[in-house]
């Protein structure tokens, strides 16, 4: 068996006017969303680069590029779904995924486990392979002065030899 990991990373800034999408989960109270050319869903964007990483098959801008109009406004979660097809074909089975979601305001903590499972569902694990963290930037950076919200993601997948 081969195992490996991967790191993911994204962050988006908020955009007024756009809805705020986490691990395929809406965040009800947030006043504004996140800005991409796709849902700039930014949780699901790290996970898909760590499973891309892990795996060795590029980067998500490779797979879904922003210059491509297939890819404006489309749920991440069904891109999450297309990579972990993609790494199944090429014989990767997804072992754990842990996130940290990095965010001043709204909390986001409330939401949890609905995203755990949206998650689990759209890569076919137990919610509890998937773990899900939130922190702060304690005021500084673009992130801390509530300019946008930034997501990290480790991934690790195996493959018989």
Known sequence: MSDRAGIGYDSHRFEAGRRF???GVEVPEAERGLAGHSDADVLTHAII??????????????HFPDTD????????IVLL??????LGEHEWRILHLDATVICETPKLGHLRDE??????GAIGLQPLEVN?????NEGMGFVGRGEGVAAMAVASVERAD
């Open 132 to 136: 899900v963290k939130f922190t702060t």
């Open 49 to 62: 680069d760590a499973l891309l990483g892990a795996a060795g098959l590029g980067d998500i801008g490779q």
């Open 69 to 76: 109009e297939r890819w404006r406004d489309a749920d991440s």
């Open 81 to 86: 779904g297309e990579v972990c097809r993609f």
């Open 21 to 23: 999408v986490l691990g």
């Open 115 to 120: 995203i755990r499972r949206s998650l689990a």
